[in-house]
């Protein structure tokens, strides 16, 4: 068993493969793209391939008039490539339209089903081919930008709702009394969500809240993110909570992470719940001494700081609180999977048939032999 762990420990952690070629270099967009303008790239490799079969399944409210759907379409950027990507309705067939929301550039397939009538299937197929990325982040190299792009702009205020926790200006106050150096500031932010959230996810926002992790010390992954993108932005980094699908099997495959743009080296990627998840899991593991527990806990956190993502998981979506396209009836924070809603209420995951819902469901077959390595969803290398 400690063979066992330790075999998957050290391809989690130290992540040793031969590499392969890396992506092609694409999304330089300074606000939207993940290529830094200059200076230090981040390492692709380790390319994986997939076919994935997305599906969503809405129920209605009886007597709905209009049934109202957006679905993300994941884009290609440097990290990924996307390719094949097809729409399907059952058993009603349905025509969507391609449209994109002017924040972010987030691009979403929008559907209008006039008087729906029983569930309605939407089915998405396309193949993803992702890299791990690593940034081998340097703080001691970070330098603070004499001034930001105006693209930058909506990266750069604090989460407005982050007032609603008493003690967010103490904390803030907290984290930048550590040092002059904002790169240290960041790392003290980093640092202090690990330290302070438990994640719960029956306690959670949904929403990339900062207050709800603050004022509960609990959440999900937006909640974490959320919490420690708008510390960020105290700093003077700006900051973007992205959401995409895990490439596994699973009901609800969504997963989002945190993205910091850290000069010399651009937008750099921050898992901080699934890198708590696995540390403490670690810690757990009574086949490892304290001394083996405290080191590889240590590492999992450490190549954390350095800038990573791995290779299962695909970005679809960029940012919060924006407007989608065309405009939905409510505001949507964020957008995890899809957004539904009948004559203007928005539905929601998992409530009851009457009342209107959806639910998601994912099917990933890998193409290939590169792949699923580096998710803390698998004990197994």
């Given at each position: 068993m400690f063979l066992k762990f330790s075999v998957f420990l050290c391809l989690f952690v130290v992540c040793i493969l031969n590499p392969t070629s890396?992506?092609?270099?694409?999304?330089?967009?300074?606000?939207?793209?993940e290529k830094p303008d200059s200076?230090?790239?981040?390492?692709?490799?380790?390319?994986?391939?997939?076919?994935?079969?997305?599906?969503?399944?809405?129920?209605?409210?009886a007597k709905t008039k209009k049934l109202r759907v957006w679905?993300?379409?994941?884009p290609t950027t440097g990290n990924q490539?996307?390719?094949?990507?097809?729409?399907?309705?059952?058993?009603?067939?349905?025509?969507?339209?391609?449209s994109t929301e002017p924040t972010y550039g987030n691009e979403f397939a929008y559907f209008e089903i006039e008087s729906p009538d029983g569930a309605l299937e939407i089915q998405h197929t396309f193949t993803a081919e992702i890299a791990q990325v690593d940034w081998s982040v340097d703080y001691a190299k970070v330098v603070k930008a004499g001034s930001w792009p105006e693209t930058f702009e909506v990266f750069q205020k604090p989460d407005a709702r982050s007032s609603r926790a008493t003690d967010y200006q103490h904390v803030v106050g907290q984290i930048l009394s550590v040092?002059?150096?904002k790169s240290k500031q960041l790392m003290k932010a980093i640092e202090w969500v690990d330290q302070n959230l438990t994640y719960d996810s029956a306690n959670a926002s949904l929403t990339a809240d900062p207050a709800h992790g603050l004022i509960h010390r609990r959440g999900h992954c937006s909640d974490y993110h959320g919490l420690c993108g708008t510390f960020a932005r105290e700093i003077g980094f700006p900051s973007r909570v992205l959401y995409g699908l895990q490439m596994f099997e699973k009901g609800s495959p969504?997963?989002?992470?945190?993205?910091?743009?850290?000069?010399?080296?651009?937008?750099?990627t921050y898992d901080l719940s699934e890198t708590?998840?696995?540390?403490?899991?670690?810690?757990?593991?009574?086949?490892?001494?304290?001394e083996q527990q405290a080191n590889m806990s240590k590492q999992v956190r450490q190549r954390t700081l350095n800038g990573f993502r791995e290779n299962t998981w695909l970005l679809v979506t960029r940012g919060e609180n924006y407007p989608l396209a065309p405009a939905a009836s409510t505001p949507v924070s964020i957008l995890r999977t899809i957004h539904a809603e009948a004559d203007g209420i928005a539905l929601k995951e998992g409530a009851s048939m009457?009342?209107?819902?959806?639910?998601?469901m994912q099917r990933v077959d890998e193409i290939g032999s590169a792949g699923r390595r580096f998710s803390v969803l698998n004990d197994q290398p």
């Amino acid at each position: 068993m400690f063979l066992k762990f330790s075999v998957f420990l050290c391809l989690f952690v130290v992540c040793i493969l031969n590499p392969t070629s890396t992506l092609k270099a694409l999304g330089n967009q300074p606000g939207g793209g993940e290529k830094p303008d200059s200076g230090t790239a981040p390492s692709r490799t380790a390319r994986a391939k997939f076919e994935v079969d997305f599906r969503v399944a809405i129920v209605a409210p009886a007597k709905t008039k209009k049934l109202r759907v957006w679905i993300p379409i994941p884009p290609t950027t440097g990290n990924q490539v996307v390719t094949n990507s097809r729409f399907r309705t059952f058993p009603r067939k349905v025509s969507s339209k391609v449209s994109t929301e002017p924040t972010y550039g987030n691009e979403f397939a929008y559907f209008e089903i006039e008087s729906p009538d029983g569930a309605l299937e939407i089915q998405h197929t396309f193949t993803a081919e992702i890299a791990q990325v690593d940034w081998s982040v340097d703080y001691a190299k970070v330098v603070k930008a004499g001034s930001w792009p105006e693209t930058f702009e909506v990266f750069q205020k604090p989460d407005a709702r982050s007032s609603r926790a008493t003690d967010y200006q103490h904390v803030v106050g907290q984290i930048l009394s550590v040092s002059d150096r904002k790169s240290k500031q960041l790392m003290k932010a980093i640092e202090w969500v690990d330290q302070n959230l438990t994640y719960d996810s029956a306690n959670a926002s949904l929403t990339a809240d900062p207050a709800h992790g603050l004022i509960h010390r609990r959440g999900h992954c937006s909640d974490y993110h959320g919490l420690c993108g708008t510390f960020a932005r105290e700093i003077g980094f700006p900051s973007r909570v992205l959401y995409g699908l895990q490439m596994f099997e699973k009901g609800s495959p969504s997963h989002c992470k945190l993205e910091v743009y850290l000069p010399p080296y651009g937008w750099v990627t921050y898992d901080l719940s699934e890198t708590q998840k696995l540390a403490r899991k670690i810690q757990a593991n009574g086949n490892l001494t304290a001394e083996q527990q405290a080191n590889m806990s240590k590492q999992v956190r450490q190549r954390t700081l350095n800038g990573f993502r791995e290779n299962t998981w695909l970005l679809v979506t960029r940012g919060e609180n924006y407007p989608l396209a065309p405009a939905a009836s409510t505001p949507v924070s964020i957008l995890r999977t899809i957004h539904a809603e009948a004559d203007g209420i928005a539905l929601k995951e998992g409530a009851s048939m009457d009342s209107g819902t959806w639910m998601t469901m994912q099917r990933v077959d890998e193409i290939g032999s590169a792949g699923r390595r580096f998710s803390v969803l698998n004990d197994q290398p």
